[in-house]
């Protein structure tokens, strides 16, 4: 049940990034990424920390290189 809620967290959290004014085109498509990938952890019935850990990765590696100039 804790899982639901922090994912259903991070979304939220998406969802109020991508409602801002300002943002580049990559930025919304990293933004997009992530909730898709987010969504789909959720949806796994069961989810192993290999699998938490690689789509936690992705995310970051994802969001960083969107949102920060030189990476």
């Known amino acids: 049940m804790k899982k639901q809620r ?5 979304i939220g959290l998406i969802r109020s990034l991508l409602t801002r004014d300002g943002l580049e085109p990559e930025q919304m498509n990293a933004l997009e990424n992530a909730l898709k990938t987010i969504k789909q952890l959720r949806r796994s019935s069961s989810l192993d920390k290999v699998t938490t850990y690689q789509a936690v990765r992705t995310i970051t590696e994802d969001l960083v290189k969107a ?4 990476y």
């Open 6 to 10: 922090d994912l259903n967290v991070s």
């Open 67 to 70: 949102f920060v100039k030189h």
